[in-house]
């Protein structure tokens, strides 16, 4: 069973960047749909950034050009590097994986702070 632990985040100033990492472990990682989604305030939890077993990617419209989700297979984890940081990307950000899709992942880590202040 594969198991996420999210690390990185805190406060940065708009504008800023800030880099999540989310180690992986247990499961070949490697084939599964890896994800970052973000609950903002008081909002339901929305998917971010995609990267597929093939090392395709999607993103969110609200974060595209500004955020990279990426592999780091030497280090067993998955990457968001967010740059150009705004206010309403304040939120608790999650790392999922999921064998098949993403839209709907089954395991989740436990979540990581990003406050955004301007």
């Known amino acids: 069973q594969v198991q996420l632990a999210e690390s990185g985040g805190g406060s940065v100033q708009a504008g800023g960047s800030s880099t999540l990492s989310c180690s992986v472990s247990?499961?070949?990682?490697?084939?599964?749909?890896m994800a970052w989604f973000r609950q903002g305030p008081g909002k339901e939890r929305v998917g971010v950034a995609i990267i597929d077993s093939d090392s395709s990617t999607s993103y969110a419209e609200s974060i595209k050009g500004r955020f990279t989700i990426s592999k780091d297979n030497a280090k067993n984890a998955v990457v968001l590097q967010m740059n150009s940081l705004k206010d309403a990307d304040s939120g608790l950000y999650y790392c999922?994986?999921?064998?098949?899709?993403?839209?709907?992942?089954?395991?989740w880590g436990q979540g990581t702070q990003v406050t955004v202040s301007s």
């Open positions: 999922a994986a999921d064998p098949q899709q993403c839209r709907t992942p089954n395991y």
């Open positions: 247990g499961g070949t990682w490697s084939h599964y749909c």
